[in-house]
């Protein structure tokens, strides 16, 4: 039987299960269902893409080896493979620097560049929404980080003629 959408969502809410995002919300909930929401209309790889970013990163911390994921782990479930390119694209390696790492790779692949780019659009809404509180701070977040990634992605996308111009602004 097929990897389905609903396997991913229930693979993710199991992983992630007991996490919290940076204002202590339900990790899944807060922030993975919502970008699976937004990445629907792409299509089930999408969709699963996007519930599944945080998976690798997320969980290889865990004493139990029963809750950790990596990317062999993923294929053994029977996740699609441009599933499994993709959340290997928008995983963070230890020590990564964000531009010049996560964002370049993630760049280079159809997949995991429509999930971040999706991702983004809703870091520079939560930058937008830290400006009320504290406008430096928001400014620092959205100039030096979510800005510049942003325009390395839709670069990406643009010059991409097979897989890109899904998302132009």
Same mark, same amino acid.
């Given at each position: 039987?097929?990897?389905?959408?609903?396997?991913?969502?229930?693979?993710?809410?199991?992983?992630?299960?007991?996490?919290?995002?940076?204002?202590?919300?339900?990790?899944?909930?807060?922030?993975?269902?919502?970008?699976?929401?937004?990445?629907?209309?792409?299509?089930?790889?999408?969709?699963?893409?996007?519930?599944?970013?945080?998976?690798?990163?997320?969980?290889?911390?865990?004493?139990?080896?029963? *809750? =950790?994921?990596?990317? #062999? +782990?993923? %294929?053994?479930?029977?996740?699609?493979?441009?599933?499994?390119? @993709?959340? /290997?694209? $928008?995983?963070?390696?230890?020590?990564?620097?964000?531009?010049?790492?996560?964002?370049?790779?993630?760049?280079?692949?159809?997949?995991?560049?429509?999930?971040?780019?999706?991702?983004?659009?809703?870091?520079?809404?939560?930058?937008?929404?830290?400006?009320?509180?504290?406008?430096?701070?928001? *400014? =620092?977040?959205?100039? #030096? +980080?979510? %800005?510049?990634?942003?325009?390395?992605?839709?670069?990406?996308? @643009?010059? /991409?003629? $097979?897989?890109?111009?899904?998302?132009?602004?």
């Amino acid at each position: 039987m097929a990897f389905t959408v609903p396997d991913a969502h229930l693979l993710a809410l199991r992983a992630h299960e007991g996490q919290v995002d940076e204002h202590g919300h339900d990790f899944y909930l807060a922030r993975l269902q919502p970008l699976a929401d937004e990445l629907r209309r792409y299509g089930p790889d999408a969709e699963m893409a996007g519930v599944l970013r945080a998976v690798v990163e997320g969980t290889s911390d865990y004493a139990d080896p029963d *809750r =950790r994921y990596d990317l #062999g +782990r993923l %294929r053994a479930l029977g996740v699609p493979e441009p599933v499994v390119h @993709a959340v /290997d694209a $928008v995983t963070r390696r230890p020590g990564e620097p964000f531009i010049g790492g996560l964002i370049t790779r993630s760049a280079a692949d159809p997949l995991g560049r429509l999930v971040q780019l999706v991702d983004n659009k809703r870091d520079l809404a939560a930058a937008d929404a830290l400006a009320a509180v504290d406008p430096e701070a928001a *400014r =620092r977040v959205r100039d #030096g +980080r979510y %800005r510049p990634a942003r325009r390395i992605l839709l670069a990406a996308e @643009a010059a /991409d003629r $097979v897989h890109g111009r899904r998302i132009l602004v």
